[in-house]
């Protein structure tokens, strides 16, 4: 027997709920009820600088006005993703302790500096992977960085785009925790996929460069990706 479909709309509220944001909603809502499976309303408010409750208010009023009905998320607990930092604090120390991520203690000045010497250059700025092999003691404060394969390539299966291949070399060892203990929108992604057993993962065409990333967490975290399209 299939597994149910399980698809979700997750915005951020740094701002009112815009056309874009509404498409991707109303694809997710459409596909849901056309396999009568499960549309769930995720907020995904890491950002907590930009992040206001005004926007979480107006985003849930305009998805009711819109009629974009959720079988699972607000007001119930759970579906913001403020509400789930043991969660990811949980799956980061698992990597840790893998060996699949590690801490890196480069100040930020020091890697925005060398972000600005890429753009000058015209070249994307990579992480250099200084402190992959450190091993940076624990009491020092710290960002965790998931460790990425060196070579080889990752290949997004997309049901609109197809093959998309992106080169290991054109990636880097991201960082899943920051130094205050914040976890990263993209690790955040996976994780709140996963424990939601997402089974598709409807987005725009503007987040598709974050596909290879997120399957390399999935794989690091020993978990099945959702289909992409």
């Given at each position: 027997?299939?597994?149910?479909?399980?698809?979700?709309?997750?915005?951020?509220?740094t701002?009112h709920?815009?056309?874009?944001?509404?498409?991707?909603?109303?694809?997710?809502w459409?596909?849901a009820?056309?396999?009568?499976?499960?549309?769930?309303?995720?907020?995904e408010?890491t950002?907590?600088?930009?992040?206001?409750?005004e926007?979480?208010?107006?985003i849930?009023?305009?998805m009711?006005w819109?009629?974009?009905?959720?079988d699972?998320?607000?007001?119930?607990?759970?579906y913001?993703?403020?509400?789930?930092?043991e969660?990811?604090?949980?799956?980061?120390?698992r990597?840790?302790?893998?060996?699949?991520?590690?801490?890196c203690v480069?100040?930020?000045?020091?890697?925005?500096?060398?972000?600005?010497?890429?753009?000058a250059?015209?070249?994307?700025?990579?992480?250099?992977?200084?402190c992959?092999e450190?091993?940076v003691?624990?009491?020092?404060?710290?960002?965790l960085r998931?460790?990425?394969?060196?070579?080889?390539?990752?290949?997004?299966?997309?049901l609109?785009?197809?093959?998309?291949?992106?080169?290991?070399?054109?990636?880097?060892?991201?960082?899943?925790?920051?130094?205050?203990?914040?976890?990263?929108?993209n690790?955040?992604?996976?994780?709140?996929?996963?424990?939601?057993?997402?089974?598709?993962?409807?987005r725009?065409?503007?987040h598709?460069?974050n596909?290879?990333?997120?399957?390399?967490?999935?794989?690091?975290?020993?978990y099945?990706?959702?289909?992409?399209?």
């Amino acid at each position: 027997m299939a597994e149910p479909v399980r698809v979700r709309f997750a915005p951020s509220p740094t701002g009112h709920l815009h056309v874009g944001g509404a498409r991707t909603a109303l694809f997710n809502w459409l596909f849901a009820r056309r396999h009568r499976g499960v549309f769930i309303l995720r907020i995904e408010d890491t950002d907590r600088s930009r992040s206001t409750e005004e926007f979480i208010v107006s985003i849930v009023e305009a998805m009711r006005w819109l009629g974009l009905d959720w079988d699972e998320g607000p007001p119930a607990s759970g579906y913001r993703q403020t509400d789930r930092l043991e969660i990811y604090k949980a799956h980061a120390e698992r990597l840790l302790a893998e060996g699949r991520a590690y801490r890196c203690v480069c100040p930020p000045a020091e890697l925005g500096a060398q972000r600005k010497a890429a753009q000058a250059r015209g070249e994307t700025f990579r992480y250099s992977g200084k402190c992959r092999e450190a091993n940076v003691p624990a009491d020092v404060p710290h960002a965790l960085r998931l460790k990425l394969p060196l070579s080889g390539q990752t290949v997004v299966q997309d049901l609109i785009h197809g093959t998309v291949t992106f080169e290991q070399s054109q990636l880097d060892d991201w960082i899943i925790v920051r130094t205050d203990g914040g976890p990263t929108y993209n690790f955040c992604v996976v994780v709140d996929d996963v424990t939601m057993k997402i089974t598709h993962v409807i987005r725009g065409n503007d987040h598709l460069s974050n596909t290879p990333k997120q399957i390399l967490c999935y794989r690091a975290l020993g978990y099945p990706s959702p289909t992409s399209r």
